[in-house]
């Protein structure tokens, strides 16, 4: 009895150990150690040691610039720098839109669906900023697609225009999570791009629609009610003739506060006058 009870005494212990073991080759202690510590905790890519980081920075490459990207642990100011040079580079619509695509220095891409570029014309009059996309527009990678959109449409076909006859884009290329507001950060990330998208576009008329595209084109920190009904001259680095701008209430803005919706009415009116000249 005795030898039986030390038999499973001992096949315990070795049962311990075995788990033991095991725990350790789980957790990586079966791979060869190197002169630098390996965090599992990360996405999982492949660490480089030091003999290839040293080979590799003895060799020159060559990559396009176009599809340079912007670690997301960089700062709000290395990820603006990479996107201004990204936006310099950009020489069409198509190249910024590339470039937009495969940046990766604004972390509200990795919360996103879809990157929401543009919609409508690039040859159109008038081109419209917004905010940033929402649900829907995350779904369907289209600027105001949502009931925003609808409204938008609405507030456009009053004076005989659609989404063939304007160009759509945002302040930001991807949705924030829970719908949120951008942050000074996000939007100074992405200005670069946005500043070079209306240069490509030329448009006759800038409309900022909503406080974050105002706040950001115009650099004024002042409410749409104050703001709107003038026209006002914008300009960025990428522009010789500054180009005549709009401001009005955001269209979901309008969904929450429909008292306003005359007041946006005005607002088409001056746009339907100044096209008309």
């Known amino acids: 009895m005795v030898v039986f009870v030390w038999f499973l005494q001992s096949r315990a212990v070795d049962m311990d150990k075995k788990a033991l073991l095991e725990w350790h080759i789980d957790a990586g202690a079966d791979e060869a150690v190197g002169e630098e510590a390996v965090n599992h905790f990360t996405s999982g890519e492949r660490r480089v040691t030091s003999d290839e980081k040293k080979e590799s920075s003895s060799l020159t490459t060559h990559h396009s610039p176009l599809v340079t990207q912007s670690p997301l642990h960089h700062s709000p100011s290395a990820a603006t720098a990479v996107s201004r040079k990204l936006a310099d580079e950009a020489k069409t619509l198509a190249e910024l839109e590339a470039a937009v695509r495969a940046f990766d220095g604004c972390a509200i891409k990795k919360t996103a669906s879809k990157t929401v570029f543009c919609d409508g014309n690039p040859k159109a009059r008038v081109m419209v900023i917004g905010e940033a996309p929402g649900a829907q527009e995350d779904i369907q990678g289209i600027p105001f697609c949502g009931q925003s959109g609808k409204l938008l449409d609405a507030m456009l076909a009053s004076i005989g225009l659609d989404r063939t006859s304007v160009y759509i884009s945002n302040t930001v290329f991807w949705r ?58 914008y300009t960025n680095p990428y522009l010789k003739p500054p180009i005549s701008t709009l401001v009005t209430y955001h269209p979901s803005y309008l969904l929450r506060s429909p008292g306003q919706k005359r007041l946006a009415w005005a607002d088409m009116l001056l746009i339907k006058d100044f096209l008309s000249k």
Do not use: M, W
């Open 176 to 233: 924030p999570p829970g719908n949120r507001q951008p942050s000074p950060e996000e939007t100074a990330t992405c200005l670069p791009f946005v500043e070079k998208h209306i240069a490509l576009v030329q448009p006759k008329l800038l409309l900022l629609s909503g406080g974050t595209a105002t706040t950001t084109l115009l650099q004024k920190d002042i409410s749409i009610s104050r703001l709107r009904g003038k026209l006002y001259d």
